[in-house]
């Protein structure tokens, strides 16, 4: 089958798209990052997938509307294509780990089968999603997310239909780049509790239009010190020096964890013990 051929994702040609961009990955600024367009060599694929993909009324799309984010997203295998699937799956394989490592430079990559906050993303006109962190841990399998891999979905897309990715410094107080969100364009950056990122203006795209892509997240068994500002924590928003919304506050939650990381445990023993009283 034609279809299949095309799906098999070739060693050598992920090797050398690795090693053609490892260094400018790890010297990307705000953070590390790359952009590849033309990502898949033969785009028919994605044409395949652009094709099978849910339009927004045909499928149970999990809804976020809030003053943070306003998209739809889907994780669920069986609302995708077959060949949106087979793709998937490739990104999630052997093979693609091993560019994934060689780009990043990070060993002992783990995939999430889970699709966990990934799989099918598409926003409508009107539609953003504010700068943020992403959750660091994965809540099922408790490993520390280290990666975001985006391809894009989007023919002919114009400039002022807006929808860029931006990229932010460490303090939020600029935006270091945009990044249109063309078709075939792949964009993979490491997340840490500092990696600012999103789509933040309104999307000004035709009405019969949406912003589609694919989305993958990348995980290890624990990862370096200087990553990490706080425990486990779920998205957290932070405000544009032009935006008017409240960023995430801490919860009640995350601080007991903190002072359980830090307590000795007899005094955590302790505490339990005259709370149970």
């Not at 953070?31 to 060599?41: A, M």
């Not at 560019?99 to 990070?106: A, D, M, R, S």
């Not at 990122?197 to 290890?220: M, V």
Request: glycine share 6%.
């Amino acid at each position: 089958m034609t279809s299949t051929t095309l799906l098999r994702l070739s060693p050598e040609y992920l090797k050398d798209l690795a090693n053609k961009y490892r260094e400018e990955y790890a010297a990307a600024q705000p953070f590390p990052h790359v952009v590849i367009d033309n990502f898949l060599p033969d785009p028919s694929v994605l044409n395949e997938i652009l094709n099978e993909f849910p339009k927004p009324g045909d499928i149970q799309w999990k809804k976020f509307q809030t003053n943070t984010e306003k998209k739809l997203a889907s994780t669920h295998e069986q609302q995708m294509g077959d060949m949106t699937r087979s793709l998937l799956y490739q990104f999630n394989s052997s093979t693609f780990i091993t560019f994934l490592e060689i780009l990043t430079g990070i060993d002992g990559i783990i995939p999430d089968p889970h699709f966990e906050g990934g799989g099918l993303h598409q926003i409508e006109r009107g539609g953003y999603l504010k700068m943020h962190v992403d959750f660091n841990q994965h809540k099922k399998l408790k490993l520390d997310r280290r990666l975001n891999l985006l391809v894009y979905l989007n023919k002919d897309w114009q400039e002022e239909y807006g929808g860029q990715l931006e990229l932010w410094d460490k303090d939020m107080t600029h935006c270091e780049k945009k990044i249109l969100p063309l078709f075939n364009r792949c964009v993979v950056f490491s997340t840490t509790d500092f990696s600012y990122h999103g789509h933040p203006e309104p999307l000004n795209c035709p009405e019969d239009r949406t912003r589609k892509s694919l989305a993958l997240y990348y995980y290890s068994n624990g990862r370096p010190a200087e990553e990490i500002s706080s425990v486990a924590h779920s998205t957290i928003f932070q405000a544009r020096p032009e935006d008017n919304f409240e960023p995430n506050e801490p919860s009640k939650a995350s601080f007991k964890t903190v002072l359980k990381k830090l307590l000795p445990p007899i005094l955590v023993d302790a505490g339990n013990a005259l709370k149970n009283k």
